[in-house]
């Protein structure tokens, strides 16, 4: 209960329009201050007239007013700056350390507020609002998905910070993890991020001229080149990375963190890493060319390129398949260039103070078609079109930090069916 009543301080949403103490005093909120996620009174720096004296300070909120002494924080002085206590119900006082009395107020939750968070945070369904969100005005709609846009290239920001701490700030063994990692497409990024971990970039760029050798590394470090084989390709990978495992002192995975069940030929593992081995083969400066060429469509060719002629023949080392010329394709080198190059541009930009890296991982997402999914089909039939990348990835932030965690007393969108005077369900 208590969450709940300092989301309705934080936002103004109680039900008198008039505030008084249980004094009768009256009390106008001139700032409810800023909440806090840690220990200490709920609100900081709130701002508050009593009986026109303006007080500065903080804001406690219990669900009664008797829990402030069953939390003692009448024997905490970090509880002492508290100018308002507010409860929804109140049975006793609260007092500073030196006995001196805390004004209380007592806020009630509107019945339509708390039946429209009810409605909202029992439903048991993948997008909880879905029959609501038209009734939000655009606007609104377009705000929350800048806003979500952000938050996504923030949080990949941090991690790609978290790798350069951890690399020395090594641009370009943060990029090569970065884009291994998600050359894995989900089902195997984990996996291929230890991959690259254990297999430093260093011993790609010395290879980079020959494919195969690429090739060797990327298979034999994912534990894909264990045991007897038939296949004279494969055969010939084991030889090669049989040599460079000694030579650079190498220790593969353990075969079994790849994943290879339940994916479609064309998510194969093997076929993957062969992609990977490709952009490298062509591309031996590639972090300096996503620096300098801001053209998103030579961009694009730079990670669609053709594999090895072997691959045109297999997804598998087991299996050989119809021949057809094979590469990494337009819809897996958009989701790449999504999902590092914007990121990598968008943390560049901000770690070296140039704003113009940021400014191109925008215009490269807006200019990048809406990414094809399920996750994005089941906006647009509840309302939300995807127009570009910048459209989806604002959807996936949306659907993995809010929709999943229940968190929708924090979206914007949940924030305007919560305030909506009308009943859920009521045409």
């Not at 109680?14 to 409810?32: K, W």
Request: charged share 25%; proline share 5%.
């Amino acid at each position: 209960m208590e969450h709940l009543l300092q989301y309705i301080w934080k936002y103004r949403l109680y039900a008198d329009a008039e505030l008084r103490t249980t004094e009768g005093l009256p009390v106008s909120v001139i700032d409810p201050g800023i909440q806090n996620a840690d220990a200490g009174p709920d609100f900081f720096n709130a701002k508050i007239r009593i009986a026109g004296a303006v007080w500065a300070g903080n804001v406690e909120i219990h669900h009664k007013s008797s829990d402030w002494q069953t939390h003692r924080h009448d024997e905490n002085p970090a509880y002492d700056s508290v100018i308002l206590h507010v409860v929804e119900e109140h049975d006793g006082l609260a007092r500073r350390t030196n006995g001196e009395a805390i004004p209380h107020v007592v806020i009630r939750v509107p019945p339509e507020i708390e039946r429209n968070i009810t409605w909202l945070l029992s439903r048991d369904t993948v997008l909880p609002c879905a029959e609501r969100i038209r009734e939000i005005e655009p606007m609104h709609v377009s705000a929350w998905m800048s806003a979500l846009l952000t938050e996504r290239l923030e949080r990949k920001t941090n991690d790609i910070f978290t790798l350069l701490e951890a690399y020395a700030n090594d641009w370009n063994e943060v990029f090569y993890i970065t884009l291994t990692r998600n050359f894995g497409f989900g089902v195997n990024s984990d996996a291929f991020e230890w991959l690259a971990r254990s297999l430093p970039f260093k011993y790609i760029l010395k290879q980079r001229c020959n494919s195969m050798q690429i090739e060797a590394l990327l298979f034999g470090q994912a534990g894909l080149l264990h045991g007897d084989s038939s296949d004279p390709y494969c055969r010939l990978l084991q030889r090669e990375y049989a040599f460079l495992r000694c030579k650079y002192n190498l220790h593969p995975l353990e075969s079994h963190l790849i994943k290879r069940l339940r994916t479609r030929p064309v998510n194969f593992p093997h076929l993957r890493l062969a992609q990977l081995a490709a952009v490298w083969a062509n591309n031996d400066t590639l972090f300096s060319k996503i620096l300098e060429c801001p053209d998103l469509q030579t961009l694009k060719n730079c990670f669609d390129v053709p594999l090895s002629e072997y691959w045109d023949t297999h997804y598998h080392f087991k299996f050989a398949s119809p021949a057809k010329k094979k590469k990494t394709g337009v819809n897996a080198a958009y989701i790449i260039m999504i999902n590092t190059v914007a990121p990598i541009l968008f943390a560049c930009g901000k770690m070296k103070g140039q704003p113009e890296y940021g400014a191109r991982a925008l215009q490269m997402l807006e200019n990048i078609p809406p990414e094809r999914n399920s996750l994005v089909a089941t906006f647009a039939n509840a309302g939300i079109k995807a127009n570009n990348a910048c459209d989806t990835q604002a959807l996936v932030q949306l659907r993995r930090e809010y929709c999943e965690k229940k968190k929708c007393l924090y979206c914007r969108i949940g924030f305007r069916i919560i305030k909506s005077v009308r009943p859920p369900g009521v045409q």
